[in-house]
């Protein structure tokens, strides 16, 4: 399968507690975002990158949460201290942003996160 | 600021009938526009999509969308509804082609049978 995976799929902590996500993107894919999907919610944009640069961040991105990008292929988004209001899906999708035509971005299955 | 609405955070039609999902944008500038699909327990995956080129737009499994800049809608339709497309629908817009996508709350579809 050559699509956007995303590890682990269920992460279940307690308040307080640090958890890291692993986003892997389509091979060759130069972005990467990261969105949050809250219950009864449309997906909310965290932040992005182009190769390892991390172009824009989010407000919602509190300094609690932190995302890499180290060499520009898979990424980590960390959240320290975790909190209720944490628990969400968080999502990853990639694309290739090049030429000048829209450039689609493929979303993995997502890491569902419930804080305890 | 760019932004989406979507009409009705649940629609039931019964199977064949049509489908009809509303959304309006607000943009500045003329936008990309939308309609995403997310399965329970699956991720989201991309309908169709409206890239300034013709403003009606068709999709993947029977569903097509009208670009309409004088209603500033997107609103998604489907002639005769089937059982398997039961599924949260979301809108979304962005301004760039490449950056980040901003997306309605979601329509959730039941179909009756």
């Known amino acids: 399968d050559t699509g956007v995976s995303q590890d682990p799929r269920h992460k279940i902590t307690k308040r307080g507690q640090n958890v890291t996500f692993r986003c892997d993107p389509i091979s060759e894919h130069n972005r990467l975002y990261w969105y949050r999907q809250t219950l009864g919610q449309g997906p909310e944009f965290l932040t992005y990158f182009q190769n390892e640069a991390q172009l824009e961040k989010s407000r919602l991105l509190s300094d609690r949460f932190s995302a890499e990008r180290p060499k520009g292929s898979f990424s980590t988004l960390e959240i320290q201290r975790t909190e209720q209001g944490d628990s969400a899906m968080y999502l990853c999708?990639?694309?290739?942003?090049?030429?000048?035509?829209?450039?689609?971005?493929?979303f993995g299955p997502g890491t569902r996160l419930t804080v305890l | 600021a760019q932004s989406v609405t979507q009409l009705g955070s649940h629609v039931s039609v019964s199977e064949g009938a049509l489908v009809l999902l509303r959304c309006n944008y607000s943009s500045s500038v003329p936008p990309y526009l939308f309609w995403y699909v997310q399965y329970p327990n699956q991720g989201l995956q991309l309908l169709l999509k409206?890239?300034?080129?013709?403003?009606l737009v068709k999709g993947i499994n029977g569903f097509e969308a009208e670009f309409k800049k004088s209603e500033t809608s997107f609103h998604l339709t489907k002639p005769s509804a089937h059982m398997s497309d039961a599924a949260e629908y979301f809108c979304a817009v962005t301004q760039n082609r490449d950056d980040k996508i901003i997306f309605g709350k979601g329509t959730r579809l039941h179909i009756l049978p």
């Open positions: 999708a990639s694309s290739s942003a090049s030429g000048s035509s829209y450039n689609e971005q493929f």
């Open positions: 409206y890239t300034s080129a013709a403003t």
